[in-house]
Structure formats: C-alpha cells, structure tokens
C-alpha cells in the first residue's frame, strides 16, 4: 500500500508543480511564448505541449488503449490553448491514479513491458526535466519562478 500512495502523491506532485509553471507562464506575452529557441523542443510552447502530450500517450497505454499520437505544436497557437490540454490530461492523470489499486500498480499494461508504477514515475521526472528548462527561460524573460523541489512542495502542503 506504501507503493500506491507514494505513486499518488508523486502524480499529484507532478500535476501541482505544473500548475504553478502555467502560472508563471501566465507573466509573459505570446509572443514571448511561442519565440522559438533551439535547445530542447524549441519554444516555450513546444515543450509544455509536449509534457502534456507525454502524459498523455503514456496514460492511454496505461489504460490499454490505442497509441493515440503525439499532439502538434502548430494546433495550441495560444498559451490558453496549450494550457487548456495540459488542464484536460491532469485531470484524466489524476482521476486514472485515484483509482488505480496496488495490485494494478504492479501490472504491466498490454503494450509496456514494465509495471505501470515505472511509467507513472518516468512522467513524474520527464517533467522536471523539462519544467526546469521552461523555468530557465521563464527566470531570463524576467518572470516569476520558484523551487520545484519536491520536499518543498510536500511541507507546503502541510
């Protein structure tokens, strides 16, 4: 049972710190947001469309489902668009993680041949891979940033 609530409480860690990233993103323009950059995915956008698209197909293949793609950068032109996807697979995320059951956990879904706890960790830490790189960007275009440590995270939550 440990295992599970660790799971959960890394999930909703992962989910809460992203919000916190959307709300410094909130402190630049548009254009700011979709300025092109050529480390990692390319512009802002580019890589909070590409943590949620992650999430995403990561989640339909915990699920069983069909591989559902990697969504587009050039379909999210907005930072309302963009955030609106990340809002929609948060709370897909999080609704599949509270009802997961221990056992579950442990399984290997059809098509990933590690138990489900692995892959829901590996979203955990591909998004702070890349929420550091988007909180770089946001510090240099002067915006407000914060710790994204977890242990920080856990004692406000206290």
Same mark, same amino acid.
Request: aromatic share 8%; glycine share 4%.
């Given at each position: 049972?440990? +295992?599970?609530?660790?799971?959960? /409480?890394?999930?909703?860690?992962?989910?809460? !710190?992203?919000?916190?990233?959307?709300?410094?993103?909130?402190? !630049? /323009? +548009? #254009?700011?947001?979709?300025?092109?950059?050529?480390? @990692? $995915?390319? @512009?802002?956008?580019?890589?909070?469309?590409?943590?949620? @698209?992650?999430?995403?197909?990561?989640?339909?293949?915990?699920?069983?489902? %069909?591989?559902?793609?990697?969504?587009?950068?050039?379909?999210? %032109?907005?930072?309302?668009?963009?955030?609106? /996807?990340? +809002?929609?697979?948060?709370?897909?995320? @999080?609704?599949?993680?509270?009802?997961?059951?221990?056992? #579950?956990?442990?399984?290997?879904? #059809?098509?990933?041949?590690?138990?489900?706890?692995?892959?829901?960790?590996?979203?955990?830490?591909?998004?702070?891979?890349?929420?550091?790189?988007?909180?770089? $960007?946001?510090? +240099?275009?002067?915006? %407000?940033?914060?710790?994204?440590?977890?242990?920080?995270?856990?004692?406000?939550? $206290?």
């Amino acid at each position: 049972m440990m +295992e599970l609530d660790l799971v959960k /409480t890394f999930i909703e860690y992962h989910i809460d !710190i992203t919000r916190r990233v959307w709300d410094s993103i909130d402190h !630049i /323009t +548009e #254009e700011q947001f979709l300025a092109d950059d050529a480390y @990692s $995915r390319g @512009s802002l956008r580019n890589l909070v469309v590409h943590l949620a @698209s992650t999430d995403r197909r990561w989640l339909a293949g915990l699920k069983n489902l %069909p591989d559902v793609g990697h969504l587009k950068f050039e379909d999210y %032109p907005t930072r309302a668009a963009a955030r609106e /996807t990340f +809002e929609n697979v948060a709370k897909e995320l @999080s609704e599949y993680v509270r009802a997961l059951t221990a056992e #579950e956990l442990t399984q290997h879904a #059809e098509n990933i041949p590690a138990p489900r706890w692995t892959v829901l960790l590996h979203l955990v830490n591909h998004g702070t891979d890349h929420r550091s790189t988007v909180l770089q $960007r946001l510090t +240099e275009l002067g915006a %407000p940033t914060f710790d994204q440590d977890f242990i920080l995270w856990l004692r406000g939550k $206290r």
